[in-house]
């Protein structure tokens, strides 16, 4: 049986679902809940969703030999969960700047903002609407060279 030559592209949104703020949170609480679960139950449960915040983080696996698309979350850092993409006639690739921005609190009403702006390659449907973002750069020449390699490995 042949085995399908597949192209793992990684932390490709941001590194975590929930962001940065919530993941540092997620992370306290699973180290808390650890140390608490000596001394009581409950902790485990703290512990885990803790864990569940802090390592859930988003992948794009691209299956060259049989022509698909898969933009997966990955539960606690290990389980995937999404669903496969055939690449269809009609479907391009494009390039897009995105700009994100998130905010926390300090100490009850002090406003952190963090904003992040990068190039992504998304994968469009025959009417150009976005069906699932495929790769991150920081600037837009290097997008745009992989844009070229990625069109070509997946004959669009």
Not at 100 to 108: E, H, K, P, S, V
Request: charged share 20%; with cysteine.
């Amino acid at each position: 049986m042949a085995q399908s030559k597949n192209v793992i592209i990684e932390n490709l949104l941001d590194n975590r679902s929930f962001g940065p703020f919530a993941s540092s949170t997620g992370l306290f609480l699973f180290i808390c809940g650890i140390i608490f679960s000596y001394f009581n139950l409950f902790g485990l449960i703290i512990a885990i969703i803790g864990a569940f915040v802090a390592f859930t983080s988003t992948r794009t696996i691209i299956d060259t030999e049989n022509k698909r698309i898969k933009h997966a979350d990955y539960l606690f850092g290990l389980l995937p969960y999404g669903k496969w993409i055939e690449i269809q006639k009609g479907m391009k690739l494009g390039v897009k700047i995105v700009k994100r921005g998130y905010a926390g609190y300090t100490r009850g009403t002090q406003p952190v903002d963090f904003q992040s702006r990068d190039v992504r390659i998304f994968l469009l449907d025959s009417n150009s609407k976005q069906i699932l973002p495929v790769k991150k750069f920081k600037t837009f020449e290097s997008a745009r060279a992989e844009l070229k390699e990625l069109e070509s490995l997946l004959g669009l």
